[in-house]
């Protein structure tokens, strides 16, 4: 892991998201959570199992965290698709350690 100090959730979505575990990544999502990602808006357990595996398992997305501040977190983010590394911002909600809204946009 990084040596940026990471809350518990956001470290676990850092780290469930490099192993490529969909179902891993999956648990680290409270119930009712939304993901926001690419300008579509993620709301249900079949939607975020979806994303998941569309968005971050299939390309085999790597996060390299760069900063954290606030609830935001800046990433250098690179895996199997055109153009990367590219860098962007993760805003996360969490409760009890887990996410409840998370937020993504390139920057």
Same mark, same amino acid.
């Given at each position: 892991?990084?040596?940026?100090?990471? &809350?518990?959730?956001?470290?676990?979505? +850092?780290?469930?998201?490099?192993?490529?575990?969909?179902?891993?990544?999956?648990? =680290?999502?409270?119930?009712?959570?939304? +993901? %926001?990602?690419?300008?579509?808006?993620?709301?249900?357990?079949?939607? #975020? $199992?979806?994303?998941? @595996? =569309?968005?971050?398992? /299939? &390309?085999?997305? +790597?996060?390299? &965290?760069?900063?954290?501040?606030? /609830? $935001? !977190?800046l990433?250098? #983010?690179?895996?199997?698709? &055109?153009?990367?590394p !590219?860098?962007f911002?993760?805003?996360?909600?969490? @409760? /009890? /350690?887990? #996410?409840?809204? !998370?937020? #993504?946009?390139? %920057?």
């Open positions: 892991m990084s040596a940026i100090a990471l &809350p518990k959730a956001v470290e676990n979505f +850092v780290t469930t998201t490099n192993t490529h575990d969909g179902e891993s990544l999956f648990a =680290v999502f409270a119930p009712g959570a939304t +993901v %926001v990602d690419d300008g579509a808006t993620y709301a249900t357990e079949a939607e #975020i $199992r979806e994303w998941i @595996k =569309v968005h971050q398992v /299939d &390309p085999k997305i +790597v996060i390299t &965290p760069t900063s954290f501040d606030d /609830d $935001r !977190l990433a250098s #983010i690179d895996g199997e698709f &055109p153009g990367g !590219l860098t911002a993760f805003t996360f909600a969490t @409760k /009890d /350690d887990l #996410i409840t809204n !998370l937020l #993504i946009e390139a %920057v």
